[in-house]
């Protein structure tokens, strides 16, 4: 057999160099190869192995409706406050409700004792959790104190920050994007029952109903 022609190329220098330079630019590729298929597995084992600790925190808004009317004693009227899903901003979903019922004795009569006021957040259809332990759908007050009334409308919603295990990011947020909860109509009822001193007649008071809607969007940053 001839190998002159091989023989040849092996002592040309110019196609010595081509052939090193070659096999160097080959041996790199296969370097970053292996490094990039050992890294991919590791990953890959990481999320079949459900190794993942991911940090929830929550962006907060927040809007606010409020009312201010006059009741007379004894009387008790419904106040309804609509919530659509154009009010809330993109990518938030409604986390709770909290309802404030506010009033002072205005009455100007000395010794007039405060009149005493009862709330209620009604329940309507609005997607909410009704009757979980944070909700607070009742309240009243005899000494002009504020009542504070909460409906928690997300399930588990709190706004604190927490730490979860996951496969991946779409994993983790999965409970927290669901749409629908806290839209609809948020239905106040307020009585009022005055207090009159001796000889005075106190007939009426004014009543201030407050609604803050806080609405929340998540973010998942693994740890």
């Known amino acids: 057999m001839d190998f002159s022609t091989v023989f040849e190329l092996v002592d040309d220098d110019r196609s010595n160099r081509l052939t090193a330079l070659t096999l160097t630019v080959t041996l790199l590729l296969l370097a970053f190869t292996t490094f990039d298929l ?12 459900g190794e993942n600790t991911w940090e929830l925190s929550f962006d907060l808004e927040s809007m606010t409706y409020t009312e201010t009317t006059i009741l007379a004693d004894g009387e008790q009227r419904q106040f309804d406050f609509e919530i659509e899903p154009g ?50 759908l009742s309240g009243s007050s005899n000494d002009a104190s504020d009542i504070t009334l909460k409906l928690l409308t997300y399930p588990d919603f709190d706004g604190q920050a927490q730490n979860i295990t996951a496969l991946n990011e779409y994993q983790a947020l999965q409970d927290w994007v669901m749409d629908g909860f806290g839209i609809g109509t948020c239905s106040v009822s307020v009585e009022l029952q005055t ?29």
């Open 195 to 223: 207090q009159s001193a001796p000889f005075t007649n106190d007939g009426d008071e004014e009543i201030t109903i407050n609604v803050e809607v806080i609405s929340f969007k998540v973010n998942a940053n693994r740890v």
């Open 87 to 136: 009010q809330i901003s993109d990518g938030y979903r409604v986390g709770e409700i909290l309802v404030t019922i506010s009033y002072t004795e205005t009455s100007g009569i000395p010794f007039d004792p405060p009149d005493s006021v009862y709330a209620n957040i009604i329940q309507t259809s609005m997607e909410a959790q009704w009757s979980d332990e944070n909700t607070t």
């Open 38 to 49: 050992a890294k991919l597995n590791n990953e890959v084992r990481g999320l079949v192995e």
